[in-house]
């Protein structure tokens, strides 16, 4: 599908970024943490889940049975298509909600739009994207905000429910478990590429059928299997990720390099250098927790530490997790079984 008359102007050429949702670095994030100090709210009586926890989102407790969660994404465009950039921005702010084992309910848009630069039909193209994949969530879209930008950007602000004893957080991980993921990686160099004009058709289809695809059934299928730890993998990359959630637990986890799915020519860009700013960030912050063993191919490195959009959950799964890989598998999903957590320095991850 293409932009209403045709435009001329691409809307990645818009984007500042080289590819990636351009969250702001792992580094620069834990700066303004510590520069907030005290202004981060952290969970106590019935907020569950606060700013200080770092999770997905936050989570309000309202009584025994619901408790409420609120999240916010947006992000300048990956994807020239305007309804592909809608769908996969839609996705991705749903996606917190997923992570936090909760059905989205309602959404906001949200829009930065150059008016002079491109037509607001096409910020129509954008939205209807959004609205679509709001509606396969079973999510209602009820208004929104937009200002004028020179750089478009598009996202929402997205409330949503769960039972409160059957939550998903990043701190209830704990060493022994298997570490299962739900997508195949490399959305960062796919969306790099198509920004410089290298990524070829089957490629691009591939990247925006996977960050069009709702977590909706991967959260429900660990539900269902008494997964309590999970998040999505969105810009910090899967090692970021999975940094992030062993610190938080005081754990440690490895990584079976050769067991994470990887999107079709991800590895093939990733190696003739197709690397977004994001998950050059990544590679330089995780220096300091990350291991990797000798001989891993550098463009696969590149693939565990890009910077995704609209990525798939990371389950820690306690028990055997054979049933919720087939059940994940069942629903279509690319599933595997990518590693496990384990006792030593919390946020210390080795790839093997």
Request: contains cysteine; charged residues 20%; hydrophobic residues 45%.
């Amino acid at each position: 599908m293409t932009a209403p008359a045709e435009q001329e102007v691409r809307l990645t050429s818009l984007s500042p970024g080289a590819g990636c949702a351009c969250k702001l670095p792992l580094a620069k994030l834990e700066g303004l943490f510590a520069a907030l100090g005290p202004g981060l709210e952290p969970a106590s009586g019935d907020l569950l889940v606060g700013a200080a926890e770092g999770d997905d989102a936050a989570v309000l407790r309202l009584d025994d049975e619901r408790a409420l969660i609120l999240t916010t994404d947006f992000f300048t465009p990956i994807v020239d298509d305007p309804y592909d950039w809608g769908r996969i921005a839609a996705t991705n702010a749903l996606s917190d909600v997923y992570a936090m084992g909760g059905r989205p309910l309602m959404a906001v848009n949200l829009a930065a739009w150059p008016g002079d630069d491109l037509p607001v039909e096409t910020l129509g193209e954008v939205m209807r994207g959004g609205a679509d994949a709001a509606s396969a969530g079973g999510c209602l879209v009820v208004g929104g905000h937009t200002i004028s930008d020179p750089v478009p950007k598009y996202g929402m602000a997205v409330v949503g429910m769960a039972r409160p004893d059957r939550l998903f957080a990043i701190d209830r991980a704990a060493a022994g478990c298997h570490l299962v993921l739900t997508k195949a990686i490399g959305t960062g160099v796919v969306s790099t590429a198509v920004k410089r004009g290298a990524a070829d058709p089957e490629t691009v289809a591939a990247a925006v059928a996977s960050m069009t695809t709702l977590n909706a059934g991967a959260s429900e299928a660990a539900l269902a299997a008494g997964v309590r730890a999970a998040t999505d993998v969105t810009g910090f990359g899967l090692l970021g990720h999975l940094h992030r959630m062993t610190r938080a637990a005081g754990i440690a986890a490895e990584i079976r390099a050769e067991s994470v799915p990887l999107l079709p020519g991800a590895l093939d860009l990733a190696a003739a250098g197709f690397v977004p700013g994001g998950t050059k960030a990544n590679t330089t912050y995780l220096s300091g927790f990350v291991a990797i063993a000798d001989g891993l191919p550098p463009e696969l490195a590149v693939l565990l530490h890009d910077a995704q959009t609209s990525g798939g959950l990371l389950l820690v799964v306690p028990d055997d997790p054979d049933a919720l890989i087939a059940d994940l598998r069942g629903r279509g999903l690319p599933a595997a079984l990518v590693g496990r957590t384990t006792e030593g320095e919390p946020g210390h991850v080795t790839v093997r």
